[in-house]
Nanobody, 113 residues
Framework: VQLVESGGGLVQPGGSLRLSCAASGFTFKYTTMSWYRQAPGKERELVAYINSAGGRTNYADSVKGRFSISSDKDENTVYLQMDSLKPEDTDVYYC???????WGQGTQVTVSS
């Protein structure tokens, strides 16, 4: 089982980034995939999740209307489109397969001018 995140980086406030999480080693089709984020010294918090079978999504209040989670079952990849980024979105972002409690290694997102 492997989850590999990519797409993080440095962006100015108001900018956009698209994170990707490539999954392998398990059946992606019937899982719930999530994005979390964590700042140093703080607990990891749920940002968004998607049920890959039905496409149902949910978001943290802090990102509603700005972030969008999606998945590509053929590519076994889940995405997090982040728009209107704010400095407080600066964190390490992690992908997780909820069904098997497996995490990726994380990707750093820094929002700064």
């Amino acid at each position: 089982v492997q989850l590999v995140e990519s797409g993080g980086g440095l962006v100015q406030p108001g900018g956009s980034l698209r994170l990707s999480c490539a999954a392998s080693g398990f059946t992606f089709k019937y899982t719930t995939m999530s994005w979390y984020r964590q700042a140093p010294g703080k607990e990891r918090e749920l940002v968004a999740y998607i049920n890959s079978a039905g496409g149902r999504t949910n978001y943290a209040d802090s990102v509603k209307g700005r972030f969008s989670i999606s998945s590509d079952k053929d590519e076994n990849t889940v995405y997090l489109q982040m728009d209107s980024l704010k400095p407080e979105d600066t964190d390490v972002y992690y992908c997780k397969c909820e069904s098997i409690n497996s995490w990726g290694q994380g990707t750093q997102v820094t929002v700064s001018s």
